[in-house]
């Protein structure tokens, strides 16, 4: 089992930043891939950046050169940091892995970009 708890969302003004925070009850250097995924008020959820084991990093076009996906093993936490924030980026943002063939997700933190 693992289990993951997202930290750091809240209300910020558009061009502002946000950190948020994914920690996981296990060693995260045993996991293949962590990654951010959100899903904005009705829409579908979609990925927004993916770290791999060996510390590849892929992003969703629309938040390349904005947001940065990072880990610390030490703390076994995953990290996203999100700047230059706009509305379209309000969502409720989760964290994910996959073990042993199983999809885990956090119950998500809320983001709201708005003046």
């Known amino acids: 089992q693992v289990e993951l708890v997202e930290s750091g969302g809240g209300l910020v003004q558009p061009g502002g930043s946000l950190r948020l925070s994914c920690a996981a009850s296990?060693?995260?250097?045993?996991?293949?891939?962590m990654g951010w995924y959100r899903q904005a008020p009705g829409k579908e959820r979609e990925l927004v950046a993916a770290m791999s084991g060996s510390g590849s990093t892929n992003y969703a076009d629309s938040v390349k050169g904005r947001f940065t996906i990072s880990r610390d093993s030490a703390k076994n936490t995953m990290y996203l940091q999100m700047n230059s924030l706009q509305p379209e980026d309000t969502a409720a943002y989760y964290c994910?892995?996959?073990?042993?063939?199983?999809?885990?997700w956090g119950k998500g933190t809320l983001v709201t970009v708005s003046s």
């Open positions: 296990r060693s995260i250097s045993s996991f293949n891939t």
């Open positions: 994910n892995t996959k073990w042993f063939g199983v999809d885990y």
